[in-house]
């Protein structure tokens, strides 16, 4: 589906862009596995993409460091040849009631979850843009697929940091693929519901813990990062290439607000 396509996945040494970048490489990418800590585990991830018969590599790069960004795409650029497909995927959390969130707790969330993804895609877009289309690739010159979340749409009492990065991202990814597309290049985003990641195991590693979380889940089961990847997957390929600046929430229907299915 992806052969002979490069993939960047930032974030992707754990989780839900472990998974991603795992399922790029089995479509048949050649994947760049970033990471900013982690090291041994980002190389295990290498090594399963690359038992697929692809590329595979780890780069070292905090995405919120303009200069480190600009390094990571000029590296990749030069050892892979260029880049096809960028998920934005690296994001932290740092929580607190909004009176006692401090300004580092603020800031940090916002450059890493907002400015990070304005950075690499940027700088990828740069590529995309000098390259054009090859058609025997894909339809598109590039494809960007920014990791939000369903509280681009739902609020998040106690997470105003982070709740703020992903409604900022939704309006980013939208005016880029505005932007963009008369270019070529496909912007669109993925926005997770409830995922068992390592970033908030304590709100599903415990029956009671799971029982409350599966309240606000219609469908009635958490997701896995494979059920992301997979939307990531379909977003990367020519078989989505008429989806421009649109938000894929895979949340098994947590953005229906299910305390209304009763009538409210």
């Known amino acids: 589906m992806l052969k002979g396509q490069k993939a960047l996945v930032t974030g992707a040494n754990s989780g839900i862009g472990k998974a991603t970048a795992i399922a790029l490489g089995r479509a048949g990418a050649d994947v760049v596995v970033n990471y900013v800590a982690g090291r ?13 018969g692809v590329r595979a590599a780890a780069y070292e790069a905090d995405v919120s460091n303009e200069e480190q960004v600009v390094a990571m795409l000029d590296r990749m650029i030069q050892e892979f040849g260029t880049i096809d497909i960028l998920v934005a995927n690296a994001g932290l959390q740092r929580d607190a009631p909004f009176t006692e969130m401090t300004l580092a707790q603020w800031q940090k969330v916002l450059d890493v ?33 920014c990791m939000s979340s369903v509280h681009q749409l739902i609020p998040w009492a106690g997470h105003a940091n982070y709740a703020s990065s992903k409604g900022g991202l939704q309006m980013m990814m939208q005016t880029l693929a505005q932007e963009l597309a008369p270019k ?28 409350d979380l599966l309240r606000l889940i219609p469908y009635k089961r958490i997701g896995d990062p494979e059920d992301i990847a997979n939307a990531v997957v379909g977003l990367s ?22 305390g209304f299915a009763t009538g409210g």
Request: with cysteine; aromatic share 8%.
């Open 113 to 145: 979850n907002l400015t990070g993804q304005f950075l690499c895609a940027r700088e990828a877009t740069k590529e995309f843009l000098r390259r054009g289309v090859v058609p025997e690739v894909s339809s598109a010159a590039g494809k960007i697929i």
């Open 237 to 258: 390929s020519d078989l989505m290439d008429y989806v421009v600046g649109t938000t894929l929430y895979v949340d098994g229907g947590m953005t229906l607000f299910p």
């Open 184 to 211: 070529k290049v496909r912007v669109n985003a993925v926005a997770p519901g409830a995922v068992k990641t390592p970033i908030n195991r304590s709100a599903w590693e415990t029956p009671e813990a799971q029982e």
């Open 40 to 52: 041994e585990d980002a190389e295990k991830v290498v090594a399963e993409i690359a038992s697929f």
